[in-house]
């Protein structure tokens, strides 16, 4: 993973970023099983957006002023082109803003 490679191979830290499996939520924040466990950790997002990561999913852990906080998961391939975006559920809902101009709701095309 990049981020992961560039955060560690650019830190004065020996260790600032960590990549494990999630373990589950508790009260909106995250436990993470990598080389260490973490236990109740925030999550950071882009503003607007607000999520709980599926466990199991791969995810980034980073310590960033003395707290450790999870970057997110690591994506699944998808049919996405660049410049594309998608937003999905863990129950398959989705929205996907296509180079076409076109918004796909749960694969179906809106005007």
């Known amino acids: 993973m990049w981020i992961l490679n560039y955060v560690t ?13 999630v373990k589950g939520s508790e009260n909106g924040k ?13 999550i950071a997002a882009p503003y607007g ?9 791969e995810s ?16 699944k391939s998808s049919n996405l082109e660049p410049g594309e975006l998608m937003l999905k559920s ?11 101009g076109y918004v796909y709701i749960n694969g179906r095309r809106v005007s």
Do not use: F, H, Q, R
């Open 9 to 21: 191979k650019n830190s004065i830290n020996d260790t600032v970023a960590d990549k494990g499996s």
């Open 30 to 42: 995250v436990k993470i099983n990598a080389s260490s466990d973490y236990a109740k950790i925030p």
């Open 49 to 57: 957006i607000t999520y709980m990561p599926v466990a199991g999913e």
């Open 60 to 75: 980034v852990v980073l310590s960033a002023g003395g707290e450790n906080i999870c970057l997110g998961t690591v994506s």
């Open 90 to 100: 863990a129950g398959g809902a989705s929205i996907t803003l296509k180079n076409d």
